[in-house]
């Protein structure tokens, strides 16, 4: 038996630590990309904005978007419920509600990844200690995720932190994707395709998906084959097609499963559709607001099927009301 | 370097391990051996690896401050306190006659009054009780039990006698401290045990657990019971989630719950709605049904006193019970034991003069400076006098409070409360403590093997609570044939 707010909370706890972990491999993969970019080529901090779905907020309080404040916004900051810091304070207030369905140690990690995140992370951050504080963030994240992998039962509530890792990263990778279109390459220089090389090389880099890619699919990082990778490829753990794959697999061991499997299975459908070839010519933005709409929608067939309970339960509860008379 | 015992100053009180003339008493004897034995460094030592345990487990209390909530680790202090086998059977007795007749009173104000027709309990303190819920009046709960769940506050006076400082019949909480306290010291003084045979605690959850199904309105199935807490901002939550996770209950929030026309509870699950059978509510009675109590209360469940009433439900403590938590009520309890039950008391209650007497009101305000004035209906400790320790100026505000609402004020002779060794700054001192046993009652009577003992841990303060500044001891009933 699985109350409905506590499912909700399993599923945010997820969804905000996970987003933690997502926007740390980003920030290292994109600092990474930024030595190697020739000066002509400009790279948008603010394509990070909105990649975080948080451009709008920064620039309600800055005029433009330098380096030093784009990381503060993104990392520290509590204006900003997207910063890690924030989703890893949300986490851990979340995981506070339902220490009684988790191993008793998940909240000591969780509790330990806070601590610190809040005593690591100093008000000013250098390039220099950005890298090792946010693998710092990754490593734990990481290892709370073993800790459930290893001791938690597969019941209802390890299923909902399953559902909602996998949506959130379907999500991140969507928009990583779609950040490609923001970085501005000049289409005369001689350097061009080498670049858009090194371009989709960094894509799959902050989504620590490259040596996979190099493993199975190729040593070019092309833009079709990429964009084929990281939206449909089966075994690669965030490619979207397995993160709806995984959602699909934690429905069916729900109860009252079909109204959701139906929203996720039209998502899956139209990613069936897409074609890398065709979209590196054009369309991408068009089909990434389109993938985004569909997470959007399967967010909430789940938040009303299990988490705003209608009075569906009328019909059962006036038979037990009838046999109590007995 | 060892610990000498000859160097504790035993005060006026009476020291629940030291004899006056500074050497351990026989029960205690094994105890302070060990500890000499350890060491002051050791002895430190394993004190901060409670405190590491304590914190990493986030055993914790949420203290309300203006700056905001604080959520402190729970203070343990590492020095056990002895109660003899012997000695707690008759205490353990008391409590259990003093439970059963809180309820048959309780039960009897709600029905016909008998007590106030025969002129042993006055009509007037009943019309202004604050807690009396006439909502309740005409209900029977089942085995005519309304207060399944009270925490007793007992202190050892300077004669050796335990009394009982206060019932608390509402939500009393500290249970899951008294089982984390001996877990914590099982696993950093396992010696200390093999010294004595020790009752074991670990039972109350399952004991809980039985109390509550008791309560079920379908019997012939396996109860579905739940916890109803108000929240993680409570500062008991903690315990409120420990006692779900011990007894494989779900711990609920209001919000969680909904009564249909049926006047069912139902729980709002994944899979759809499931009937629930038992609700231990830790939320005060103002809030858990806004139908019928406070309207602006977003804790508890609409319609929730319609489905108790119908016996569609089983509430632990049953709304109401507070009607017997007030102190002026608990001046009272000796004649409730001999009207109810024909037994004499067998743990007596301080000494009370109750203000509304205009003989004892006369009293209380000459004597301000040496007694304890309480509020009937505040708990925690909070919105009391302690004469000895107060200002003129608290007490002329106090005085005024008397003569505006004599009901509501009660007072009490400063008792000196027992003391036990506790490890401060400047080593083992003596600190007061009190004992909160826990005593459950539905079809059967039961009492905790000890209870949570609390410890002022300033130097020769009174007050134990953890809202202000207590901590607490774990607490050994032990067979004397050693």
Redesign the interface.
Same mark, same amino acid.
């Given at each position: 038996?699985?109350?409905?707010?506590v499912?909700e909370n399993l599923y945010w706890m997820t969804r905000y630590i996970e987003r933690a972990e997502d926007t740390a491999r980003l920030i290292n993969a994109v600092t990474l990309m930024s030595l190697d970019m020739p000066s002509e080529v400009k790279l948008g901090w603010d394509a990070l904005l909105k990649v975080a779905g948080v451009n709008e907020r920064f620039f309600l309080r800055y005029d433009e978007a330098n380096e030093a404040d784009v990381m503060r916004f993104l990392i520290q900051d509590e204006d900003n419920p997207s910063s890690i810091m924030m989703c890893i304070t949300m986490a851990r207030?979340n995981t506070?509600?339902f220490?009684?369905v988790l191993p008793w140690e998940l909240?000591?990690w969780v509790?330990e990844l806070y601590l610190f995140a809040k005593h690591e992370l100093p008000e000013h951050l250098e390039r220099r200690q950005r890298y090792e504080l946010l693998q710092g963030i990754i490593r734990r994240r990481q290892s709370i995720v073993g800790l459930l992998a290893g001791t938690m039962s597969r019941d209802?509530a390890f299923q909902f932190l399953r559902m909602g890792r996998n949506l959130e990263r379907a999500d991140m990778t969507s928009r990583i994707l779609d950040a490609s279109q923001a970085v501005i390459l000049p289409t005369d220089s001689p350097a061009g395709p080498q670049l858009n090389d090194l371009l989709w090389m960094n894509i799959l880099k902050s989504l620590s998906a490259y040596q996979m890619y190099r493993r199975h699919v190729s040593v070019h990082a092309s833009s079709s084959q990429v964009i084929d990778f990281l939206l449909k490829n089966q075994q690669f753990p965030r490619s979207v097609s397995h993160c709806l794959g995984e959602i699909v697999d934690v429905v069916q061991t729900?109860?009252?499963s079909a109204a959701v499997l139906k929203v996720v299975g039209k998502v899956q459908d139209r990613l069936r559709q897409a074609d890398g070839t065709q979209l590196a010519g054009h369309g991408l933005h068009a089909f990434i607001d389109e993938v985004q709409l569909g997470l959007i929608a399967i967010n909430q067939a789940v938040r009303e099927n299990?988490f705003r309970?209608q009075?569906?339960?009328?019909r059962?509860?006036?038979t037990?009301?009838a046999e109590?008379e007995e | 370097m060892s610990i000498a015992w000859e160097n504790y100053q035993v005060g006026n009180a009476f020291d629940e391990l030291v004899a006056p003339d500074g050497q351990p008493r026989p029960l205690a004897r094994g105890l302070c051996d060990f500890i000499s034995g350890l060491g002051a460094q050791e002895l430190s030592g394993r004190a901060a690896a409670v405190d590491a345990a304590i914190m990493?487990?986030?055993i914790t209390f949420t203290v309300y401050t203006e700056a905001g909530n604080i959520d402190r680790a729970w203070p343990f202090d590492v020095v056990p306190r002895i109660i003899a086998r012997g000695e707690w059977e008759r205490v353990a007795k008391g409590l259990k006659q003093r439970l059963a007749a809180l309820n048959l009173f309780i039960n009897d104000l709600y029905n016909e009054q008998r007590i106030i027709k025969d002129g042993v309990f006055p009509a007037e303190v009943l019309a202004d009780s604050k807690n009396f819920r006439t909502a309740c009046v005409g209900v029977t709960p089942r085995y005519g039990v309304w207060a399944h769940i009270c925490g007793t506050d007992l202190v050892r006076h300077s004669d050796g006698q335990f009394y009982v400082l206060e019932d608390n019949l509402r939500v009393p909480s500290g249970v899951s401290y008294m089982l984390e306290n001996r877990q914590l010291m099982k696993r950093l003084f396992p010696e200390a045990f093999a010294r004595y045979h020790i009752l074991p605690v670990d039972d109350y959850t399952a004991q809980l657990y039985d109390t509550l199904a008791a309560l079920s309105? $379908?019997p012939s199935q396996r109860p579905?019971i739940a916890v109803l807490t108000p929240?993680?901002f409570n500062s008991a939550?903690f315990e409120h989630?420990y006692l779900?996770?011990q007894m494989g209950a779900?711990?609920?929030?209001g919000?969680?719950l909904?009564v249909?026309e049926?006047d069912?509870v139902?729980?709002?699950?994944?899979?759809?709605?499931? $009937?629930v059978d038992v609700i231990y509510r830790r939320i005060d009675d103002d809030f858990i049904d806004p139908e019928v109590f406070r309207a602006d209360s977003t804790l508890g469940v609409p319609g929730l006193m319609r489905a108790w009433k119908k016996g569609?439900v089983g509430l632990a403590n049953a709304p109401g019970s507070g009607v017997a938590d007030d102190k002026v009520v608990y001046a009272f309890v000796p004649q409730m034991i001999k009207y109810y039950l024909g037994e004499e008391a067998i743990l007596p209650n301080v000494p009370s003069y109750l203000c509304m007497y205009e003989k004892d009101r006369k009293y209380v305000l000459a004597n301000l400076d040496k007694l304890v004035v309480k509020p009937a209906n505040e708990s925690g400790g909070y919105g009391m006098l302690i004469g000895p320790m107060s200002s003129a100026e608290e007490r002329e505000k106090f005085a005024a409070l008397i003569r505006d609402n004599p009901r509501n004020y009660m007072a009490q002779p400063t008792l000196s409360l027992s003391t036990a060794p506790t490890l401060c700054d400047e080593g083992l001192a003596p600190r007061h403590l009190d004992l909160r046993p826990f005593v459950l009652q539905s079809n059967k009577l039961n009492v905790t093997a000890g209870g949570l003992t609390r410890v002022a841990l300033r130097k020769g303060s009174l007050v134990v609570n953890s809202s202000q500044g207590g901590g607490s001891k774990d607490t050994w009933i032990v067979e004397e044939s050693q």
């Open positions: 038996m699985m109350l409905s707010r499912a207030e506070r509600t220490r009684e909240w000591e509790n209802d729900l109860p009252r299990y309970l009075d569906l339960a009328q059962q509860s006036s037990e009301a109590a | 990493t487990a986030g309105p $379908r579905v929240g993680v939550y989630s779900a996770q779900e711990l609920v929030e919000a969680d909904t249909l049926d069912c139902y729980m709002k699950t994944i899979s759809g709605l499931e $009937r569609n």
